[in-house]
């Protein structure tokens, strides 16, 4: 008898068994479809033995091998298998997470390519680069030297240092080895610029994409090519991480702190840490790199776990850093959103053919609407949260569970008329700057203004060909853009996150702003940031404006020391849901009490809500554990989390996340 272990996308952790039919090999990694209920479902053969623990009259069969896909490689089943033992998430979920979903189709019309690489194209050189610079160079031999090992190194520069060079050599050099590159960026969306960049400095290299804004079609395409080495380099966002290669021989990780490399559901996974797991396995170097590095990366840095290169300086002739300053609004108030300070300094950028941005980290028009006579405001049924008003379309929008009504006319408790917005949004402030600034061409960029597929794009293109001169955002604006005429940024309402429950609330704030200030004066003219704030003498924004990132991590890094937070200390969070008010709190009160009971290593604290207490009907709540070591934090969260499984918990939702990046 052969018996075959399939992984299956279902939510249990056992793979499930089927016989092998006489002479049907299946190898590991193999695409099977198989029965499974009533229904039919692609599973990955993921063991082989000659028994099994389910009696042989209620065995079923492999139906048939998917043929056309070749099998997943051993050492990406190697890294999926990581993640669903680190992560504590069955496999099947977690190979069915890393597959195409028109991989997935049990029934889908035959894909043409086949699984073996093209006769290795000998590669037309690269077109021609900029001569490194001192501190360039340094990098790159810090990169290159030891050869191909494992090798972290963790590429620290400032905004416009020239990073992206030292990925595009780096890049360059494991082509010529005869490997494949793999890029990640957080959001793709935010780097079109990035993709031609890398398409006309490689262009004997074929390159695939990997984000979820492709079609089915362009993702089973990408992956494919990933597999059968067709693709040298892939360019792609947190999920391009999981992705089949033939002969992976560098990693890259661009703005390694971005949250958005930690999927936020089902299988939470940090792209950066299973990036630098999946090098380690492989033995390649792997780059980490960033204007602001993640706390942890700082400290394995500092620890000399990873190699550490430095670029301090703009490279750009005559580029030099933004002066950064702060805009006190307790004296210079803000009208309409917008301080006296700011309107001036953006009128002479108009006069002089310069563009401004002003970066307000919030769509909508306002994020609450108020009563005032009776202090009625807007807020969600569903969640704990305001709805947000969109003016244009008279709407008032819930941005956790998108619940939408029509604006009142009048307040619905009083009934009075005096309905108020309070707050700014981007669309606030945009229509203030056009009555601020008669004739300037304005543009808005956020997830409302850029939810058609390269609208983005076009708003981008206009900006760089001089068309804007004003541009309004949110964060979508901090990224990877580079505009030599954008000479002034304005930062409105940043204040809050100095306040946060958040522990990374900080360290957030300073990335972003360092990011966001990072798009002023990167061509010959000097760049200005006014920062608009009720706390114009808060540490936060003085090491922002000496650009001191070294010294702002050495004391972040103090603070989590002495709070015995990451890296520190390992975090993790069993999250619950449920409708019925405070069973998710029992639910977790009951596993708090059981954790003490598994692990004395592990610190169980007690269940509080979580930042959003409720939302879209359901009540939430986390308990968090931590462990100085996370050789103890594993096995406790692997036995912790079998006893919550083996409880057969109906009524409440649950998840575990470790390694969270958000409290
Ligand atoms: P970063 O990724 O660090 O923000 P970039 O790689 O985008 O910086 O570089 C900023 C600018 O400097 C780009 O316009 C880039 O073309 C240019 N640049 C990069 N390296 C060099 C170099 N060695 N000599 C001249 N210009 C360079
Ligand atoms: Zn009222
Ligand atoms: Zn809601």
């Not at 993709?195 to 004997?204: C, K, L, M, N, Y």
């Not at 984000?211 to 380099?233: C, F, K, M, P, T």
């Not at 009540?619 to 103890?632: I, K, N, P, Y």
Request: with cysteine; hydrophobic share 45%; aromatic share 6%.
């Amino acid at each position: 008898m052969k018996v075959a272990r399939v992984a299956l996308d279902v939510p249990l952790y056992e793979a499930f068994d089927f016989l092998l039919p006489e002479g049907l090999e299946a190898p590991l990694g193999t695409l099977v479809v198989v029965p499974f209920g009533r229904t039919r479902k692609v599973g990955v053969v993921v063991g082989h033995s000659e028994a099994s623990a389910v009696p042989v009259e209620r065995l079923r069969q492999v139906e048939r091998l998917i043929d056309d896909i070749p099998p997943i490689p051993g050492e990406t089943l190697g890294i999926l298998e990581f993640c669903a033992q680190y992560y504590q998430r069955p496999l099947g979920e977690v190979v069915a997470a890393s597959l195409p979903p028109r991989l997935r189709q049990v029934s889908r019309r035959r894909l043409a390519a086949k699984g073996s690489r093209p006769a290795a194209p000998a590669l037309p050189a690269p077109a021609p680069a900029p001569n490194p610079s001192l501190a360039q160079s340094a990098a790159l031999a810090l990169i290159q030297e030891p050869g191909e090992r494992f090798h972290p190194v963790l590429l620290e520069g400032v905004t416009g240092s020239g990073k992206t060079e030292v990925y595009l050599q780096a890049i360059a050099a494991a082509l010529a080895r005869g490997r494949q590159a793999l890029f990640l960026v957080p959001e793709i969306g935010l780097t079109p610029q990035l993709e031609s960049q890398v398409r006309e400095r490689f262009p004997g290299a074929a390159m695939a994409c990997a984000h979820s804004q492709l079609n089915e079609g362009e993702r089973a395409r990408a992956w494919l090519d990933a597999q059968s080495g067709a693709a040298r380099i892939v360019l792609g966002t947190r999920l391009a991480v999981l992705m089949p290669f033939r002969e992976l021989g560098l990693v890259i990780v661009d703005e390694e702190h971005d949250a958005s490399y930690k999927q936020q559901e089902g299988l939470r996974y940090s792209a950066r840490d299973v990036a630098v797991r999946r090098a380690q396995r492989l033995g390649i170097p792997v780059i980490l790199g960033s204007a602001t590095p993640s706390l942890e990366s700082v400290a394995n840095a500092r620890e000399g776990r990873y190699a550490h290169a430095v670029l301090a300086e703009r490279v750009a002739a005559g580029a030099a850093m933004p002066a950064i300053r702060t805009v006190d609004t307790r004296a210079d108030r803000p009208q309409e959103g917008i301080s006296h300070a700011l309107a001036l300094a953006m009128r002479e950028r108009l006069g002089r053919g310069e563009q401004s941005l002003v970066f307000v980290n919030r769509r909508g028009f306002a994020p609450v609407l108020f009563c005032r006579d009776c202090s009625w405001h807007a807020s969600c049924t569903r969640c704990s949260s305001n709805l947000v008003l969109h003016r244009r379309e008279g709407r008032l929008r819930c941005h956790h569970c998108g619940h939408m009504e029509r604006v009142p006319v009048a307040c619905p408790t009083c009934k009075g008329p005096n309905l108020a917005p309070i707050g700014h949004g981007t669309q606030r402030i945009e229509e203030t700057l056009a009555a601020l600034l008669p004739g300037a061409r304005i543009a808005r960029v956020d997830r409302d203004s850029t939810a058609r597929r390269g609208a983005l794009q076009d708003v981008l293109d206009r900006v760089r060909s001089g068309e804007i001169d004003v541009l309004v955002g949110t964060q979508m604006l901090a990224k990877g853009h580079d505009y030599p005429n954008l000479t002034l940024v304005g930062v409105l309402d940043s204040d809050a996150a100095l306040f946060s429950a958040d522990f990374r609330a900080a360290e957030r704030l300073f990335a972003q702003l360092v990011q966001v200030s990072g798009r002023a004066g990167r061509g010959s003219r000097p760049g200005e940031v006014l920062i608009q704030t009720d706390f114009p003498g808060h540490p936060l924004y003085a090491a922002v404006a000496r650009h001191d990132f070294a010294r702002f991590a050495s004391g972040a890094l103090e603070e989590r020391r002495a709070a015995g937070f990451p890296p520190f200390g390992h975090l993790a969070l069993l999250r619950a849901e449920s409708k019925v008010p405070g069973e998710a709190t029992a639910f977790l009160a009951r596993w708090a009490l059981a954790a003490h009971d598994i692990s004395a290593e592990v610190e169980v604290f007690d269940p509080v809500p979580a930042s959003l207490e409720r939302k879209a009907g359901y009540e939430r709540a986390q308990l968090m554990v931590r462990s100085g070591s996370r050789a103890a934090m594993q096995p406790f969260l692997r036995s912790w989390k079998s006893a919550i499984a083996a409880g057969g918990e109906r009524r409440v939702r649950w998840s575990v996340d470790v390694d969270p990046q958000e409290l």
